[in-house]
């Protein structure tokens, strides 16, 4: 009987061997990875990095505001909420996506579908004046224009409000979990 065992055990440690060497080596010893691989499978994955807790992707497509906000939760996230508010953190993420002299806008977790004039970010808060740069005259588009982007062609990526249905990029921001 001991003989017949031999093999598949031989079979089953060569698994559990293989499979040790496959897995990511966990450097603080808690059974997740570390903050580097974090950060290098986020980077694999086409998202950047700017701030301490958030990263930043585009959507592949240009899209409505809605189906933007899906796309970027189903990428695990939503539509950029953190990194808009923030004034310096909106540069540095505008000038990593800015790519010439025109830039379309790109769709932003700013909205007032519910309440026309009241700005919320698509975590529910209510936006205050001071977390919106928007750009000179806006929003100006009454109850046509219920949907915040983020403008570059001023190079300082200001907000404007723009009709949900028109079709642009959708800036999606991850928590990132250290």
């Keep these: 009987m001991v003989g017949e065992l031999k093999p598949s055990l031989i079979?089953?440690?060569?698994?559990?061997?293989t499979s040790c060497w496959t897995m990511p080596v966990n450097t603080e010893g808690s059974g997740q990875l570390s903050e580097r691989?974090?950060?290098q499978e986020l980077l694999d994955d086409g998202w950047f990095i700017a701030g301490p807790d958030y990263a930043y992707k585009l959507t592949r497509t240009q899209i409505s505001w809605g189906i933007g906000r899906r796309e970027?939760?189903?990428?695990?996230?939503?539509?950029?909420?953190?990194g808009v508010r923030d004034n310096t953190l909106r540069w540095?993420?505008?000038?990593?996506?800015?790519k010439g002299p025109v830039w379309?806008?790109?769709?932003?977790?700013?909205?007032d579908?519910?309440?026309?004039?009241e700005w919320r970010w698509t975590d529910g808060s209510l936006a205050i004046e001071n977390e919106i740069l928007w750009s000179p005259q806006e929003p100006n588009g009454d109850s046509r224009e219920n949907c915040g982007e983020m403008w570059g062609e001023d190079r300082?990526?200001?907000i404007n409000d723009a009709q949900?249905?028109?079709?642009r990029y959708a800036l999606c921001e991850r928590k990132i979990v250290w």
Excluded at 104 to 111: A, E, K, Y
Excluded at 113 to 117: E, G, L, N, P, Q
């Design 92 to 98: 540095k993420i505008g000038q990593s996506l800015y």
């Design 113 to 117: 579908r519910k309440v026309d004039s």
């Design 72 to 82: 970027c939760k189903n990428m695990g996230g939503d539509l950029a909420v953190f």
């Design 37 to 39: 691989e974090i950060r």
């Design 11 to 17: 079979f089953m440690l060569s698994l559990m061997i």
């Design 156 to 158: 300082r990526f200001t």
């Design 164 to 167: 949900c249905r028109f079709r």
């Design 104 to 111: 379309i806008g790109l769709w932003v977790g700013l909205n």
